[in-house]
């Protein structure tokens, strides 16, 4: 259950929060993409090397 002293660091915490300027969004979502796309080549490079070894899948 929520209590009321809960409800207030919640409140507070987003008065504090403030939205990014573009710079800093787009080196975000940059940076996230990037790792995205790291983390799916790591997958897909571990999925054909399992794939051409003799007993795999």
Do not use: H, Q
């Amino acid at each position: 259950m929520n209590t009321p002293t809960d409800l207030t660091s919640y409140v507070r915490v987003l008065k504090l929060a403030s939205t990014p300027a573009w710079d800093e969004f787009s080196k975000v979502a940059t940076i996230a993409g990037l790792g995205i796309m790291l983390v799916g080549l790591i997958g897909f490079v571990i999925f054909a090397v399992m794939t051409f070894v003799p007993g795999g899948p």
